[in-house]
């Protein structure tokens, strides 16, 4: 036992957290409330060397080990992107604090992990093999994070001693081969079976979520079929980190959920990964590929699955994350799949709003505002994706990957290795760890898991080869100018997925990623300088010369980047993304038009002339009344109307161009903002025309009974006049002396 696993918390039988700083516990197991993991102080330089000088198998400190090796000029040894970070494996037999190693039960980039016997009985004991310099921080969060699940759903924490120069943890042993070992040995497994995972990892999940933590490793290799249950293994994250070495490197990106590839962990991204692994079990393959694809997978995708799991396994694993459902709903679902007499309530596998539970995994620990309770080991959370991890890192850039599945889609794999050693050049090869061209395109084959292309006949399987195919079809290269127009696109197919009659037989339909800069030209962190873009050289010179790409601009900022994608998916959608522009700017000058109209009812600023008057307004008045057989009168009310109309009209016509060429639902706020701004308008003009009417009316009357009052004196001043001229008369005739 070392030294420091003597200072146990065995001494304290309160409950209470070992004292601060004090990393290392030997409670003997079972454990007992008592915290192991005490969090690491928090960092803000480097690494404290206390705990991360590791001995190397030379006596050497890491850090002495790394420096010997950056100022030779040399690796350790081995392969220049692994050995450095490399410390010692254990061998069996050997004793790790109460702990006698009996045997591997596996291993990935980052630890081994041993069946181990103590005085509680066996363990699975986990051992930090990986020497990169924040992997003991994520080593100490992996075991922080067991504690706190105190087994549920996952192995429970039973002792840590982590400041051993050889940091281990031990855990309950959990019996059973992983999913991965049962379906290769068994195949697939019955449909029952499938839900009874289903169920357990969604508990385990949704366990993890209410501690504001996402899996995101979720895969058959992580998951023990213990003969009671299926447990969730493999917390740390940071496996694999800094090294190539993860025997599950490639498995682990088949599962990753498609937001991950762009950096951008969701609360349902684990959702995602455990659908995959759902079809997975369900079938003993998994689906093509189609992060780069953009679109949800069909029951044609996903094989030979249950009819009753496929709306499930559908629902997990759409392409945007807030379109799956949420944990607890699919928790339902599966009891209601369990259950043989409860009938599947569709609402669901909706698409939901995101829950509490959620808003608190994505406040919190996605944008890396975790509260300070959390802090300590959210290491894991705080890393959403693998930084740093050759090859693996690759997955992430768009701009090759995009390439990449372009080529495979024509069915030029062959040409992938061209564009991955122009990129190197462009990035520098340490940011593929060294490793050549062909090696990497194997890689990142199986890793998105497509399958060999077909080239089509008459060219090169090469870069030059592609750039001809796609020049002669008329297509867009890349970088090089299209030397025949685009042909019209369809109606009905506006974005011309295309798969080339040659190779029908490629894992998927080409995307159509279109056209952008060379590969290389926007990576996530190039640094290396980059030379200048050289043209493409005609087909059949040169086969193997690579397109050199254009020098990265340095540290693009997201906003950019942001910018960047939007004009790009512009330029990709070609004539049809310049439609959409064009008309996505009819909704706002429709609103400002909307707008003016409401500040002519300001009173002085009438004498602005009427929006409704201009000749286009007029017309569809015009046209309003002759269709709708109206009084002419109407037409002007009407021409007001069709300004609104238009703006209904041309929105939704907008939002169908966008949801053709993104794939997602168009934006409404124009629509509504023109729909608002217009009821505001028709109800200030209804206010203003009623008291104007009301004013008029009432000057109206006021007008008619002054004229009556009018008519009446006079009328009155008349008879009165008649008769007294009457009366005069009559005396006056009376008077006259022969009457
Ligand atoms: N609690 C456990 N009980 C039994 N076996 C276990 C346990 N934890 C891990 N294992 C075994 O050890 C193997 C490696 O474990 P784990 O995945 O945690 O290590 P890792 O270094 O993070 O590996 P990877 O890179 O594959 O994620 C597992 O595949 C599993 O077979």
Do not use: C
């Not at 590929?289 to 249950?306: E, K, M, S």
């Not at 693996?392 to 080529?407: A, E, F, I, K, P």
């Not at 399958?451 to 890349?478: H, I, M, N, T």
């Amino acid at each position: 036992m070392s030294d420091q696993t003597t200072r146990t918390t065995a001494a304290d039988p309160t409950g209470h957290p070992v004292q601060a700083g004090d990393h290392t516990a030997a409670v003997p197991p079972p454990p007992a409330p008592t915290r192991v993991v005490a969090p690491l102080p928090a960092r803000t330089g480097p690494p404290p060397t206390a705990a991360t000088e590791i001995v190397q198998p030379s006596g050497a400190t890491r850090g002495q080990a790394a420096r010997q090796a950056a100022t030779s000029g040399h690796p350790v040894a081995g392969h220049p992107a692994e050995q450095a970070t490399l410390q010692r494996i254990p061998a069996t037999g050997e004793t790790l604090g109460p702990y006698q190693l009996l045997g591997s039960l596996g291993h990935g980039g980052f630890a081994h992990v041993y069946r181990a016997t103590g005085q509680g009985g066996e363990v699975a004991l986990k051992v930090l093999t990986n020497a990169e310099h924040d992997s003991l921080d994520r080593f100490v969060g992996e075991a922080a994070l067991l504690e706190r699940l105190a087994g549920r759903g996952f192995p429970q924490l039973v002792t840590a001693d982590l400041r051993s120069p050889t940091p281990w943890f031990a855990m309950e042993l959990v019996p059973g081969p992983t999913l991965a070992q049962r379906v290769a040995a068994d195949g697939p497994l019955p449909s029952h079976e499938v839900l009874r995972v289903a169920d357990d990892v969604l508990d385990a999940l949704a366990v993890l979520q209410e501690e504001h933590f996402l899996h995101r490793d979720v895969k058959p290799a992580n998951i023990i079929a213990a003969p009671d249950r299926y447990v969730l293994i493999d917390l740390g994250i940071a496996k694999g980190h800094g090294t190539s070495t993860s025997t599950h490197a490639a498995g682990t990106i088949s599962y990753m959920a498609p937001e991950l590839f762009v950096r951008k962990p969701h609360a349902r991204s684990d959702v995602y990964s455990l659908g995959l692994l759902l079809i997975f079990l369900a079938t003993g393959v998994l689906p093509a590929d189609l992060n780069f694809a953009g679109r949800d997978l069909t029951a044609g995708d996903v094989g030979p699955v249950d009819q009753r799991l496929l709306p499930l396994v559908l629902a997990m694993t759409r392409h945007r994350p807030e379109d799956r459902p949420p944990l607890h709903n699919l928790s339902r679902t599966v009891a209601q799949l369990t259950s043989d007499t409860a009938g599947l309530d569709p609402t669901l596998l909706a698409a939901a709003d995101v829950t509490t539970v959620e808003r608190g995994l994505v406040t919190e620990v996605l944008t890396g505002a975790a509260p300070a309770a959390v802090a300590p080991t959210s290491v894991l959370a705080s890393n959403p994706v693998r930084q740093g991890e050759p090859v693996t890192n690759l997955v992430y850039d768009q701009q090759l990957m995009g390439r990449l599945h372009q080529l495979h889609g024509d069915g030029f794999d062959g040409a992938a290795e061209d564009v991955i050693s122009t990129y190197l050049s462009a990035v520098g090869p340490q940011r593929a760890g060294g490793r050549a061209p062909a090696e990497i395109k194997d890689y990142l084959w199986a890793a998105m898991r497509w399958a060999p292309a077909f080239k089509p006949e008459g060219y090169a399987d090469s870069y030059e080869g592609w750039v001809a195919y796609r020049q002669r079809r008329g297509l867009p290269v890349p970088g090089v100018p299209t030397a025949t127009p685009p042909p019209r696109r369809q109606a009905g197919d506006p974005t011309q997925r295309r798969t080339p009659a040659t190779n029908q037989q490629a894992t998927q339909v080409a995307p159509a990623f279109r056209p952008g800069p060379v590969p290389g030209t926007r990576p996530a962190q190039a640094t290396a300088p980059v030379p200048a873009q050289r043209p493409t050289a005609p087909a059949g010179t040169q086969p193997n010369a690579p397109v050199q790409p254009p020098v990265p601009p340095a540290g693009p900022t997201p906003r950019r980047e942001d910018r960047d994608v939007r004009d790009e998916k512009r330029r990709e959608s070609g004539g049809l993304g310049a439609v959409a522009t064009i008309l996505g700017w009819v909704p706002r000058i429709l609103l400002a038009l909307a707008v003016y109209q409401l500040v002519r009812l300001v009173p002085g600023f009438d004498v602005m002339p009427s929006a409704a008057g201009l000749p286009l307004f007029a017309a569809l008045g015009d046209l309003a009344v002759t269709l709708l057989n109206l009084d002419a009168v109407w037409a002007p009310r009407m021409a007001e109307l069709s300004i609104p109309l238009l703006g209904i009209v041309t929105s939704a016509v907008v939002n169908l161009f966008r949801a053709v060429r993104t794939r997602r639902g168009g934006r409404t706020w124009p629509f509504w903002l023109v729909v608002v701004v217009w009821v505001i308008v028709i109800a200030v003009q209804g206010v203003v025309g009623y008291a104007q009417q009301a004013t008029e009316n009432a000057r109206e009357s006021f007008e008619q009974q002054r004229e009556q009052i009018q008519d009446d004196l006079e009328q009155g001043v008349q008879d009165t006049t008649e008769d007294v001229r009457d009366s005069l008369w009559e005396s006056f005739e009376n008077a006259l002396p022969w009457n």
